[in-house]
Structure formats: C-alpha cells, structure tokens
C-alpha cells in the first residue's frame, strides 16, 4: 500500500499471493463508516491503483482487500 501517508487523492494496492480475477476493496474510517467500496480485477502484476473522486479527509483508515476467503487489512494514513 504506496504512498502512505498519502495526500487523499488516491492510493497503489500491491498485494501479493492473487489470483486473477475480481476481488473488492473496501475503505473505512476509524468510525466505521465506508468511504469507498469497489470491485478491482486483479492480475499477476497484484498491482491496482486507485484514485478517489472526493480527496479523503486527513485522518486514520482502514483499507480491506477481499478475494474470495483471502482479506487483507492494512492501515492507511492521509495527511496533507
């Protein structure tokens, strides 16, 4: 997950051990509360970059990757 701290506009999934095919990120605040959910295709490159229509606010997130069973969370930090 790069850059992180990230400035809000978007962030790289690098997740290893995919498989191709579709998986769901999902993004939430510390609260709780979803501030992005969208399903990626993911490839033998285990590389999505994802930019975000509204720049996050400054703050802690938390960033789920789910793949069938498989789900990675990582922490996210946005600072400006």
Known sequence: LYPNPT???????????????MAQVIITDLAGREVYRNG???????RTEIRFEQRLAPGVYMVQ????????????IVAR
């Open 40 to 46: 990626v295709a993911t490839d033998e490159r285990d």
């Open 7 to 21: 400035d809000g506009m978007g962030v790289v999934l690098h997740w290893k051990e995919t498989t191709d095919g």
């Open 65 to 76: 990757f789910i793949q069938g069973e498989k789900r990675i969370t990582e922490r996210l």
